[in-house]
């Protein structure tokens, strides 16, 4: 799969990307991600990519060419050549205003041949970028960010560790949490007791029945607990497997 990224601070990818699971994919070969500088297609000697928004108002907001041109030229289409990049490339927006992601939306994505993804800053980007460029906008929850990078980065990873070859396990990954609709059970290792907090019984008796049972329940009364508005829904649901 390839990744896209297009953004005003490159240098914030830098480690992440070459970190843990999402280096080893890269290593790999699974994942390529290329991280694209906005600002190398801004506007004059100080390559300005925001201005003062239309109609008044705080803040500044990114201008609509700098973004269309990277994209364009990054990608190898022209800017007349925006409808077939839209059918060939799923170009996502970052943004608090997007559709807010969860596990099923990171399936979709991660069964994909390849993705664009802008980074917004500032108090927005231009709403032509998402009208005429972007296929989908996505917010990585209900909270604003100082801009778009760190959510496209939780994006990738979500993405990277459903693409095949790279989470060694895949019944972890049908385990795992909002696989089901659930959060996943609680996990204990050594010691078994530990500043006298015992591990519970079942899990030490080698019972692979009553283990599969007490997981089930725990996981039931945890999500109950914390995030009753999973149950019942198969909206969080789907780990992905079935798309790999
Ligand atoms: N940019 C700023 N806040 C964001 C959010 N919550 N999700 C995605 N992109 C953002």
């Not at 927005?124 to 100082?146: F, K, P, Q, W």
């Not at 972890?172 to 500043?195: D, I, K, N, V």
Request: charged share 30%; net charge negative; hydrophobic share 40%.
């Amino acid at each position: 799969m390839r990744i896209d990224v297009f953004t005003i601070f490159p240098a914030i990818f830098d480690s992440p990307l070459r970190e843990g699971l999402l280096g080893k994919a890269i290593e790999g070969g699974i994942l390529e991600v290329l991280v694209h500088d906005i600002r190398d297609f801004g506007r004059g000697k100080h390559r300005q990519v925001d201005d003062a928004p239309f109609g008044g108002g705080a803040g500044m907001v990114m201008k609509p060419e700098p973004v269309f041109e990277a994209v364009t030229s990054s990608l190898g289409y022209g800017l007349d050549e925006l409808e077939r990049l839209r059918e060939e490339v799923e170009v996502v927006m970052l943004t608090p205003r997007g559709e807010r992601l969860d596990q099923r939306k990171v399936a979709d994505m991660a069964a994909l041949p390849h993705l664009a993804l802008i980074c917004g800053r500032y108090e927005g980007i231009d709403e032509r970028v998402l009208e005429h460029l972007c296929t989908s906008a996505l917010s990585v929850g209900d909270y604003v960010l100082s801009g778009g990078e760190f959510a496209a980065l939780v994006l990738i990873d979500a993405v990277a560790r459903l693409l095949p070859g790279v989470v060694g396990n895949r019944e972890s990954l049908e385990e795992e949490s909002f696989s089901g609709g659930m959060l996943e059970y609680p996990q204990y290792t050594r010691p078994a007791e530990y500043l006298g907090w015992r591990v519970p019984e079942v899990l030490l008796s080698g019972d692979h029945g009553a283990v599969e049972r007490w997981r089930r329940e725990a996981a039931r009364a945890y999500t109950e607990r914390v995030r009753p508005d999973l149950l019942g829904s198969e909206s969080a649901g789907g780990s992905g497997k079935e798309k790999n």
